[in-house]
């Protein structure tokens, strides 16, 4: 039996100032808290993405610049976010080469990080990555084969409405963006349910049932 399943891994949040004295107590804070969710496997990986993703805003930001370290599980994914005030400062993968200082941290963290992305709201940046951790999807099979399709689904879209990304671009769709696609996934669906005599409305209630019933399920496990 894996005692992991079950275990509740509660989303956390750390504020700091970006000063370089500051990585290596956030970098200790969430070794511990990786220990106590039984990820020790991705802890190398975490510390360094975490590691890069402060040194950011302290090179482009500024030091001194107030922050917020976000960890918590996205289905069977670690996130890391650094949230900081400034929106122009955007993170860019560069084609640094090995001697090139800039550019070189968000080229680390899109090695080690299965995936990784910008979000801009409000007043603030929210800088993300997010490591693959093995373990099995909280309700088992159903939604990790649903988040497959539908992630999927996005990249094409995505890529149909889109400029194909330059490495200055990044390689994944921002948040914003993605959002924005699954609601045309799901106008276009809809238009094929009335085109073929289903009543959209109809799908749409089941769908959000569908939707409630598995949720409600993976929050009582």
């Known amino acids: 039996m894996d005692c992991t399943v079950g275990l509740l891994r509660k989303p956390w949040d750390l504020l ?20 106590l969710w039984q990820l020790s496997e991705v802890t190398d990986a975490a510390q360094l993405c ?14 001194g ?28 993968l560069l084609d640094a080469g090995s001697e090139a200082e800039a550019g070189r941290g968000v080229a680390i963290i899109d090695a080690v990080a299965d ?12 800088t993300w990555c997010e490591l693959a951790t093995g373990l099995p ?13 539908a992630e999927a ?6 890529t149909a409405s889109l400029p194909r990304a330059t490495a200055s671009e990044g390689s994944l769709l921002s948040v914003a963006v993605a959002e924005e696609a699954a609601i045309d996934v ?12 289903c009543d959209p409305d109809d799908a749409l209630d089941r769908a959000q049932t569908h939707f409630e019933a598995e949720t409600d399920l993976r929050d009582a496990l």
Do not use: C
Request: a neutral charge.
């Open 115 to 126: 995936r990784w992305g910008v979000q801009l709201i409000a007043d603030k940046k929210v």
């Open 137 to 149: 999807y909280p309700q088992g099979q159903t939604e990790g084969t649903r988040l497959a399709r």
């Open 16 to 35: 700091f100032v970006a000063e370089p004295e500051e990585v290596s107590g956030l970098r200790r804070a969430l070794r511990s808290h990786l220990e």
């Open 186 to 197: 799901i106008a276009d669906l809809l238009h094929w349910l009335r085109a073929h005599g």
């Open 65 to 92: 610049t107030p922050a917020k370290l976000a960890v918590s599980m996205n289905g069977a994914y670690l996130r890391i976010e650094v949230h900081d005030p400034d929106t122009r400062a955007l993170p860019t």
């Open 153 to 158: 689904m996005l990249g094409l879209y995505g």
């Open 50 to 63: 975490v590691s890069e993703l402060v040194s950011n805003v302290i090179t482009h930001v500024g030091p």
